[in-house]
């Protein structure tokens, strides 16, 4: 699977756990939505992947990709330290200027 260039940076970074690497791929602007609290720009972006990191040391393994609704949908397998790991979960990107916009995790 052929992943657009900051998406398939974004999953790189998961397995290094380069924090600033992920963080960079989002635009100055950019926003996450994740379970229910809203990230916005990279440094708060970067923040919110640290903790989640710490709190769940998870890993995320794309498995297939399609377009819906004006945005780049990847479906990964997670797993980490968690109850139910692993699960599937859908990661929405929408993509401007060759930099992750938005990104919802659902």
């Known amino acids: 699977m052929r992943l657009p260039p900051p998406l398939d940076t974004y999953f790189e970074a998961q397995t290094t756990a380069d924090a600033d690497r992920m963080a960079a791929t989002?635009?100055?602007g950019g926003v996450?939505?994740?379970?229910?609290?809203l990230h916005r720009g990279p440094g708060a972006i970067?923040?919110?992947w640290l903790a989640a990191k710490r709190q769940y040391d998870h890993v995320a393994e794309p498995l297939e990709l399609s377009h819906a609704d004006g945005r780049v949908v990847v479906r990964a397998r997670v797993?980490?330290?968690?109850?139910?790991s692993p699960v599937v979960l859908d990661f929405a990107f929408r993509l401007s200027g060759g930099r992750i916009a938005e990104l919802e995790v659902r």
């Open 46 to 48: 970067r923040a919110w």
């Open 79 to 84: 797993s980490g330290a968690f109850e139910g």
């Open 32 to 37: 996450v939505r994740d379970e229910g609290r």
């Open 26 to 28: 989002f635009a100055p």
